[in-house]
Each structure stands twice: as C-alpha cells, then as structure tokens.
C-alpha cells in the first residue's frame, strides 16, 4: 500500500504528555504493521514525520511490550546497518469464539496473524440450550488459553462471534432465531476466561473483518464492500474505511431477513418469504430434493450432474440474492459485494444468476455494475475475524498493554 507521510507536532499546547505518547505510538504500530515487509526505524520515521530518536523511544517500548519483534540487521554499506521490524508472534494473543449451528469454535491467533491454538466442536448431536453450548465453548476457549500461557503468550482479548441480535451493553443475545435462544446473557454462562471481559459480536460483522484484515493491522485492498455470508442463515455486514458500520444499535446487516415474496414460506424469525428461505442452506437442500443434513458437496454433485431440482434451487437462491443485493446497493451506493460462507463453495453456479439480477436492477449498473468476489473458504470466518477485531482494538491503544 502506498505510505502516508504524517507530520505530527511534538509540542503543543494543551496535548497532554500520556496522550502525546500514546497518539505516537499508535502512528508507529500502525506503520510496522501495514508494511508489506519488515521496516527499519528509519523508514518509520519518514512514514510517520516523527524524530528518528522518538521512533527508536517508542520500538524499544514497544519490543519490551511484545508488540514488535526486530530481525537481524541488514548490511547497506556504510553507517549503522538497519534493523528490521515487524509485528511480534507469540507474545500477545487474542481468543476468538464462534457459535456456528453446527459447530463451536475457539481460535487463538497472535499480533503476526498466526494461529496458535484451536479448538472444533460439532453441534449436530449436542443440545442446543444456551447453558450446554456456552458452557462447552467456554470449556474449549479455556483450554486454549492454557496452552497458549503455558508457552508464556499473553492473552488480551476475548471476542464471541453469535448469529443473531446482539446486544453489547447488556452482554446480551437478544435473539438468535436460528438456535431458537433470546435474552441470553453470555457471561452468566460462559464462565471465567483468564479474567478478561468478553466482547460480543455478531457473526457477519466478525466475519467480514478477515475481509477488511487478512492479518491484525494490515489493510486488505478491500475496505468499502457489502459482505454477505450464508450458512442455516443469512448475514451481511456494511464495511466502509475499513470499518463495519452495524447501525444505531449494532442489528445491522440481517439481509436473511429481508422478505423476498410476502406469500412465501414461513421462517424461523416469525416472519414469511424471508431471502434466508430462499437462499439459506437448508432452503437450498431442500428445494433440491436433498435432506437439511446433506453436506454442500452432496449438493454440488447434483449440480454436477445436471440435476433439474439442483439447477432450479441454485437458480431461485441466486435470483433472490440478486434482487436483494440490487435494492440493498441502491440504499447504500455499495461498488463491491464479497461472498463468503456456503455462498463461496456453490459460486461458480450462483454468480451469473446474482450478476443477471444486478445488472437488470441497480439503477446506476450501467455506469459502473457493482463487482461481486468471493473471498477464500475458512470453515470458522467468524472466529478468525473475531481475533482480528480483539487485536485491531489493542493495537488502537498499544499504550494501555506496556
């Protein structure tokens, strides 16, 4: 990415100095870890606008706090050879949490973005009642914490990705129509984990930061773009600057929900002829002839053999989508929707259809038509973006963790 010069004024009236020290070294992190290879203090220096001996303050500050590791020095002729800095592993961690309707995952990923611990847990046979399932991914994320302290890492954040309305203030899954839950309060039944203050997420919204953020405090060339993902359910996410804009009370983004045909079948929201009974995968299997337990590659073979239920699922899930997306890009003035979920596996056959909907329903397609990607196939999006998230906010404010 191209480098920004940032002058910053070092002494101005009115800036406290815990305030200068912190903007400082939030202009530092930022710079060693959108680089797309290790950088000197030199060239953070020029990046930033800040002193060479300020810059060498503060990455000394930050390698003692595990924020930044320094490589061997690099021989450029004469002077002090240069020293290389990027994002340090194995120091500081974060935990992710995923409550998926058929799974249950803890994700433990550190500041260079790798993972570092993992635990999976099938749904299909276990109860869905909020005590059991929390109580068993509480049980798994403490087990990854364990194992990642006993390797002297440092935990500083916990995030829980859930599908549905989540309230943050109140700690709080409102609903959850797909696991039948509302008003469940997730630390009465999570449990302790390493004394940290669990965030909660909704899963669209976690998931489309692994598209804004392939690794904590990197920006992807994506940051304006409509996510939508499909599993049992529908979600999207509204990303802008690199950010997901979830609305006034965080309940964005539910394009599940959006009715498609009023005299459609009824779904689990209450409601009749939402997208998600068009396009989600048990609406989808269905339509096929395939039972909701079937597998996407079940359904994938039936496509590949020209099956005629197949064809015409795929063709009215991609129809529905289309439409919805159209009216969602003339709302928003969205140039870009990236796919993720079940919709990435079944793409090859679901894009033209959304793409005949777009161009035949966004008023400005003939201008510019909106472009449709698909990102890559993580089978726990939401607990990777979950851990993304929880260290986005730690390198916001790296001088609360030294």
């Known amino acids: 990415m191209p480098s920004t010069r940032v ?6 009236p009115g800036v406290s100095q815990p305030l200068l020290r912190q903007t400082n070294l939030r202009l530092v992190v930022a710079s060693i870890y959108a680089a797309d290879e290790p950088v000197s203090r030199a060239r953070v220096a020029q990046q930033t606008g800040l002193t060479r001996s300020t810059v060498s303050r503060l990455v000394d500050e930050l390698i003692t706090g595990g924020f930044v590791d320094e490589l061997d020095p690099l021989a450029a002729g004469r002077g002090r050879p240069a020293v290389p800095l990027r994002p340090a592993a194995h120091t500081l961690v974060a935990l992710g949490l995923e409550v998926n309707v058929e799974h249950l995952c803890a994700r433990v990923v550190d500041l260079s973005g790798n993972m570092v611990a993992e635990e999976w ?5 276990v109860a869905r009642d909020p005590a059991t399932v929390l109580g068993m991914l509480g049980d798994a994320g403490r087990r990854c914490l364990a194992e990642v302290q006993e390797q002297n890492m440092r935990p500083v954040s916990v995030v829980i990705g859930l599908p549905g309305l989540v309230d943050r203030a109140s700690d709080s899954v409102l609903w959850a129509p797909n696991l039948d839950w509302s008003d469940v309060r997730i630390s009465d039944l999570i449990g302790d984990l390493g004394g940290l203050t669990p965030v909660l997420g909704n899963e669209a919204d976690l998931a489309a930061y692994t598209v804004a953020s392939p690794m904590p405090g990197k920006p992807s060339e994506l940051q304006d773009f409509l996510y939508v993902s499909s599993e049992v359910g529908i979600g999207a996410a509204l ?7 979830s609305g006034e009370n965080g309940w964005g983004g539910e394009l599940g929900h959006i009715m498609v045909n009023p005299n459609g079948p009824v779904c689990v929201c209450g409601s009749t002829g939402c997208l998600e009974q068009y396009a989600g995968r048990h609406a989808l299997l269905r339509a096929a002839g395939l039972p909701t337990t079937a597998a996407l590659d079940d359904l994938l073979a039936t496509l590949d053999d020209r099956d005629k239920a197949a064809l015409a699922a795929v063709q009215q899930a991609g129809t529905s989508l289309g439409r919805v997306l159209a009216s969602t890009i003339n709302l928003l003035d969205v140039g870009t929707v990236v796919l993720g ?4 596996a079944i793409a090859d056959h679901l894009l033209p259809v959304i793409e005949h909907e777009l161009r035949a329903h966004v008023l400005t397609a003939r201008w510019r038509t909106p472009q449709v990607q698909t990102v890559w196939f993580d089978p726990a999006p939401v607990a990777t973006g979950a851990t993304i998230f929880g260290l986005r906010q730690v390198l916001a404010e790296p001088a609360r963790w030294l």
């Open 341 to 344: 979920g079940d919709l990435v």
């Open 7 to 12: 002058r910053y004024a070092h002494s101005r």
């Open 121 to 125: 847990l099938p749904m299909r046979d």
């Open 239 to 245: 990303v802008r600057d690199g950010r997901v804009l």
